[in-house]
Nanobody, 119 residues
Framework: VQLQASGGGLVQPGGSLRLSCAAS????????IGWFRQAPGKEREPVSC????????YYADSVKGRFTISRDNAENTVYLQMNNLKPEDTAVYFC?????????????WGQGTLVTVSS
């Protein structure tokens, strides 16, 4: 499976960014796909995911109400709209998948995209 994330950058607090993940090469019909992030010196943190079997979504408490995940099935692309960004959102964001039904996204992930929230 190939996962290519893009859309990161430098944004001021309160600003917005949209991350994109182009995905291909899945080995199963259903999986969980989404985003996790990792800040320097911290553990990876699942941010938001979609379960492709039923469309259900997951959001970390820290991003609820600010981030929105969506999926374009025709383009095999997953998006993460991030609004009202905070300095604590600064991290490398990775797109990943999980075939085991968890939000840990450990089965495959691509190269991350850096999001920096700073004034």
């Amino acid at each position: 499976v190939q996962l290519q994330a893009s859309g990161g950058g430098l944004v001021q607090p309160g600003g917005s960014l949209r991350l994109s993940c182009a995905a291909s090469g899945f080995t199963e019909d259903y999986y969980i796909i989404g985003w996790f992030r990792q800040a320097p010196g911290k553990e990876r943190e699942p941010v938001s995911c979609i379960n492709t079997s039923d469309g259900s979504t997951y959001y970390a408490d820290s991003v609820k109400g600010r981030f929105t995940i969506s999926r374009d099935n025709a383009e095999n692309t997953v998006y993460l709209q991030m609004n009202n960004l905070k300095p604590e959102d600064t991290a490398v964001y990775f797109c990943g998948i999980d075939y085991s039904g968890t939000y840990l996204l450990r089965d495959a992930w691509g190269q991350g995209t850096l999001v920096t929230v700073s004034s």
